[in-house]
Each structure stands twice: as C-alpha cells, then as structure tokens.
C-alpha cells in the first residue's frame, strides 16, 4: 500500500521529513510485526544519500532520482514481505587520499576532480601526496597490482555534518513507514571515514588499514547477511559502491553458492557515475553478466518477489 502522504513528484527534493507522520500511518497499517517472518527478506541500501542522489548533489548519479523513486514504491509495495532495511551511509572528511587536499603536483597545484593518478606519476613526482607519501605510494601500487579501480580524485561529497551526507528525505520517510509498520529497527552501517583508503564498498575498503576498527572486511555484518533467506540490493552508484559490494558479497560467499542464490539487484534502482572518458556503465555491466552467470540474480522493481 502506497501511503497517502507519498508524493513521486517530490523524490529528488530537499526538504525535512516527516517521520512521525511515516511512523503514525505505519503503525496503522496493520502489517504485524516483521519478528514472525517465515521467510526473511532483507534490502541493502547502498549509499542512498543526498550527494548522489539530487540535481546538486556534489557527486550527483544521472538516473539516481528515478531509481530513488522507484526504490520507495518498491518498499512500500512490499513492506510486508520486507524484514530488515539495511543502509550505507558513505562519510568523508576534507583530508582523505581521493580528494583533491591530499596531492599537490609539480606547481603546487592540487587535482581537479576526476583526475586518475597513476602509481607511475607518484612515482615520477608527478603527483605529490601531502600527507603520509610512503602509504600514497603504496596505496596507488597496491590498486594497481590488485586490479581494483585506480585512485581517481572525487569532488568533495557526502562530508560528515553536511547536508550531502544525508539519506534523501522520501527515501528516509519510507524507511520510517516500514520501521513502524514491521517493528524493524533500521540499519545503518557508516564507511568511508579512514583517510588513508577509498571505501566503496559497504563491507570493506579498496586497501585494508589494519590500524583501523573499519579497515578490513565486516565479517560480523555478512554473517548477518547470510541469515537472510533473500538480499535485495538497491542503491548508489551501480559502477562503484553497488558494484563493489556486490563483489565483496561473491568473493566472501564464493563457496556458498546456496548464499550467492538469495541475492538479487534491482538494476533499475541503480545507476553508474558518469566519466568523460571512462564508460563506468558498460564495466558495470559486464562485471554483474559474470556476477549473474555464477549465481546472482538480476532484477527489477517491477518483478514479484522470489
């Protein structure tokens, strides 16, 4: 049931949520208590914040406001089957090793976003880092020696304190309406916040920071994942921290392939950054096909739940 209060033409605003009217309509709506499940269902929200989600967000996603819309129907058309809402919140600081304060160049310059520094123009000193330049180094090998994504310089999003870092508003009024209606507590799982790393995915960062209580895989969190008898996955963006969260997922469950089956994304509730000269999209794609062929389930809202 669509609640009376939820107005599409309103998903990509800004504006203060009105939880105690999404909790007051959801304990009226008589679902019962989500404690006697039969079967649980559990919907992973990646990052679905305000940076990357709204026109002006500082790392705005295209797609990411219809996706968003989409995302809340889905919820609210299946609140009843939905057991637990799991959310990322992903939280910057001003100084971390992708953002522009970290390096210098030659001049004294720092990189304009969406610069991709090499481990070869560290080396070179092309590219200088400011704070920690042996961990830099190391960090910008360890990328490339690992084939995961190389450090790409991000504009300033999702800053802790800032409105950016905040869940979309009719997002968070439907996840009040689900925690009211199913007694659920919500969960939300901070990531993002060590300098040293990029963490795009929800379970773990790019490089670990053993020195960190968030700097290695969440094993607590994907054993909690794994008591699920469906995961459902939505969120921002498709070709970064959905994408690798969803790789942390198979890589940790590669030999469960009974846990890789519970899995589906909604890939029409998930959309990729936009680069001028990288097609993000078309990398996700082709990683989710390989996803799929070893068990993943693709789908979208508009699917029955199974």
């Avoid at 991709?116 to 092309?126: F, K, L, N, P, W």
């Avoid at 999003?157 to 950016?164: A, N, Q, R």
Wanted: charged letters at 20%; aromatic letters at 10%; proline letters at 7%.
């Amino acid at each position: 049931m669509i609640p009376p209060y939820y107005d599409p033409e309103r998903v990509g605003s800004l504006y203060a949520p009105d939880a105690a009217l999404a909790v007051e309509i959801g304990r009226a709506s008589g679902l019962g208590p989500s404690a006697s499940d039969r079967l649980r269902t559990l919907l992973l929200l990646v990052d679905p914040q305000v940076d990357f989600v709204h026109v002006d967000g500082a790392l705005s996603v295209p797609g990411a406001v219809d996706d968003t819309r989409r995302t809340i129907e889905w919820i609210y058309r299946n609140a009843g089957e939905i057991t637990t809402i799991a959310a990322s919140l992903d939280s910057h600081q001003p100084i971390q090793i992708f953002f522009p304060t970290w390096w210098v160049d030659i001049e004294g310059r720092h990189p304009a976003p969406f610069t991709t520094i090499h481990s070869r123009d560290v080396e070179r000193g092309r590219w200088r880092a400011l704070y920690d330049p042996e961990w830099s180094q190391e960090y910008v090998d360890q990328l490339e020696e690992r084939s995961r994504k190389e450090l790409m310089i991000w504009p300033y999003h999702v800053l802790i304190g800032t409105v950016g870092h905040s869940v979309m508003p009719a997002l968070y009024e439907a996840v009040a309406y689900h925690t009211a209606a199913r007694q659920s507590q919500p969960v939300f799982l901070a990531k993002g916040s060590i300098p040293k790393t990029e963490h795009y995915s929800m379970l773990e960062p790019e490089v670990k920071v053993p020195e960190s209580p968030l700097g290695s895989l969440n094993t607590n969190f994907l054993s909690m994942i794994a008591t699920f008898d469906r995961v459902y996955i939505a969120g921002q963006a498709k070709s970064h921290c959905v994408l690798e969260t969803v790789s942390s997922m198979m890589r940790y469950f590669q030999d469960r392939p009974d846990t890789i089956a519970k899995m589906r994304v909604l890939m029409d509730c998930t959309s990729s950054v936009m680069h001028p000269e990288v097609n993000f999209d078309k990398l996700a794609n082709e990683a989710f096909a390989r996803f799929e062929e070893a068990g993943l389930t693709l789908t979208r809202s508009a699917e029955p739940l199974g």
